[in-house]
């Protein structure tokens, strides 16, 4: 497995759509949860104030509003890294990593390199678990990777403002580093078992995406009061997502502490790893008993 | 070779092999056997199963019936392909790779060293364009790419699947060296090909395919047949009522203007001599070679390749 698993890293390495995901991820994450916010606190307007309101009032105002951008600033500050970012994994995360999962897949379809791979010398389920293994490398790094930059862009906003740089306890860092690699983990086992089944790049992205992006918000935002549909709701791969991103957020020093969650970030975890688990089962099964042809 | 076993040990045995697919039939109970050191060809019409036959036996499809052995192994086993280099179809590499990260990476697969990949680049003439990426390769520069992969291993028996389909001419001719090349000394070939002039040229024995069974397996003089001798005289009926009588010739037959006769060649003069003394002016007089083109159309009752 490891021979294929060096084979799988340097495909994944040398692949530019690798490269083109990461990037789009690292920037659109950044811009979102740093630049913009950033750059909408440091210009903020000052409060309008009806005409006649008497100057302690005003003065009261512009207190408020002044403690409430301090408070949002230190959302981005680096010691609220994990809570300012986990909560992206589960909104740009599952689409990018089932792309990247069913590219990793469905191109050797596409261009019947499975073949040439295959009467090298490793074993089916030796390719399998060599290209799991180096996806979940990507994923894991990405991460990292992530939470890097993140820790950048704050430390650069806490320069700027002149403020005192304290970092996220590294407990918390890695519990937020593990979540985070999980949930991209459970999409790309979506996007690699959609592509072992269909075969094919194209169909199983869109399909994947309709599912993740569309059917997933639609079912989570259907007004049913129903207990039982409102408790199966909970099983579903995106809702755990976002509980476990989520349940990073209320820790926050500042920031909008979320509502409660209705599952435990525990339980959320163990229901994604299911997920994950199920996906890579089904998918190593198909592709040991499969023609290559 | 190891210690007891006889260059006629079969590298490559399948029995009864078989493969449908729902209620078409792709092959059916085929038997051959690849021996060790031979070039091998695999003929048959398009259609005929050669290529899932090929894909059997490298464990890429499951057979429906029956069962093989590649250098001892189960097909697909990768104690087995670790001898095993093939080319199946067509080149398929990634194309946003050069031809030498696609090596690399098979390489790394299959557990050799990346010092190979300047070897095997060098085997096939493709040291020069090695980094170029493989999408901008020629069909020729794809075919030898293959080759190259199926050589990485330094495999006792090679598989090529019509590593010379869709070329032109000149790249053809260049496939042609190059498995002359790699098929030379103690490696096992086992080509599959449409063409029959290279078959013919390059291989030891030849199996024939036809509708998804094996027609006919020996060597290429025995698929030829036995031959004739073929006479130019006149007249050509009375040429053809003598030689008939004659001992030991099996028929005559007059084919476009020229006697056909079904005996060995061997006996052209002792023919001759009797033709003359019964007054028939021969004006010509040679073994019928009947090219395995000609036998390869019999067996497979005019079907094209």
């Not at chain 1, 995406?209 to 199966?232: C, G, H, R």
């Not at chain 2, 079969?10 to 070039?39: C, F, H, M, Q, W």
């Not at chain 2, 093989?68 to 946003?96: I, R």
């Not at chain 2, 050069?98 to 299959?110: F, I, K, P, T, W």
Request: proline fraction near 5%; charged fraction near 20%; charge should be negative.
């Amino acid at each position: 497995m490891l021979a294929s698993l060096g084979a799988e890293l340097l495909k994944l390495r040398k692949r530019p759509s690798t490269w083109v995901l990461a990037c789009i991820w690292l920037t659109v994450t950044i811009l979102l949860s740093y630049a913009l916010a950033y750059a909408l606190l440091a210009n903020a307007p000052p409060p309008t104030v009806p005409q006649g309101t008497p100057k302690a009032q005003r003065e009261q105002l512009r207190e408020q509003q002044e403690a409430f951008r301090e408070e949002q600033l230190e959302a981005l500050y680096p010691e609220n890294l994990v809570s300012n970012l986990t909560p992206g994994f589960s909104n740009l995360g599952p689409p990018l990593a089932l792309i990247l999962g069913a590219l990793a897949m469905g191109s050797e379809y596409g261009w019947a390199t499975f073949k040439t791979v295959l009467t090298q010398k490793p074993g089916r389920y030796a390719v399998f678990s060599g290209k799991l293994l180096a996806l979940g490398i990507v994923l894991a790094l990405l991460v990292v990777l992530t939470f890097a930059a993140g820790a950048v862009a704050g430390y650069v906003i806490t320069a700027l403002e002149g403020a005192p740089v304290g970092w996220p306890a590294a407990g918390e860092l890695v519990r937020a580093l593990g979540a985070g690699t999980l949930i991209l983990a459970t999409w790309a086992a979506l996007g690699v078992l959609l592509a072992t089944i269909l075969r094919s790049t194209a169909l199983s992205i869109g399909l994947g995406l309709v599912y993740s992006l569309v059917l997933e918000t639609i079912i989570l935002n259907l007004p049913i009061q129903n207990k039982v549909f409102q408790n199966v709701r909970e099983f579903f791969p995106g809702q755990n997502s976002n509980f476990l991103a989520n349940s990073f957020s209320g820790q926050s020093q500042g920031g909008f502490a979320t509502p409660q969650q209705p599952v435990e970030a525990s339980q959320a975890a163990l229901v994604l790893l299911a997920y994950t688990a199920v996906c890579v089962l089904l998918a190593a099964f198909v592709f040991h008993r499969r023609d290559v042809t | 070779m190891t210690e007891g076993e006889s260059p006629l040990t079969p590298l490559v045995e399948t029995s009864g092999l078989g493969k449908r697919y729902g209620s078409i039939t792709a092959v059916r109970d085929l038997n051959i056997s690849v021996r060790r050191g031979e070039v091998y060809g695999f003929l048959g019409p398009n259609g005929a199963g050669k290529t899932t036959t090929l894909r059997m036996l490298l464990g890429l499809i499951e057979p429906s019936s029956g069962a093989a052995e590649v250098l001892g192994q189960e097909p697909g086993s990768p104690q087995g392909l670790q001898g095993v280099g093939a080319l199946v179809e067509s080149p398929a590499f990634y194309p946003y790779l050069s031809g030498r990260d696609n090596l690399r990476v098979m390489a790394r697969y299959c557990g050799v060293p990346d010092e190979r990949v300047a070897e095997v680049l060098g085997q096939v003439e493709l040291a020069g364009r090695a980094t170029d990426k493989f999408k901008k390769y020629s069909l020729g520069m794809k075919q030898r790419l293959g080759v190259a992969a199926a050589l990485l291993k330094d495999p006792e028996l090679l598989i090529l699947d019509e590593p010379t389909n869709g070329l032109d001419p000149r790249g053809m001719a260049d496939m042609r060296a190059i498995i002359r090349r790699v098929g030379h000394g103690e490696r096992t070939v086992l080509l599959s090909s449409h063409l029959l002039g290279e078959v013919e040229q390059v291989c030891d024995r030849v199996g024939v395919i036809h509708r998804g069974e094996l027609v006919i397996e020996g060597t290429v003089d025995e698929l030829r047949g036995g031959g004739g001798i073929l006479v130019k005289a006149e007249p050509l009926e009375e040429a053809q009522r003598v030689a008939a009588g004659l001992a030991g010739v099996e028929g005559a037959e007059i084919e476009d203007g020229m006697l056909v006769l079904d005996t060995d060649p061997e006996r052209a003069a002792e023919i001759n001599a009797s033709l003359v003394s019964a007054g028939v002016r021969v004006s010509e007089l040679r073994p019928l070679a009947r090219s395995l083109e000609d036998a390869f159309l019999e067996l497979t009752r005019g079907e094209t390749v």
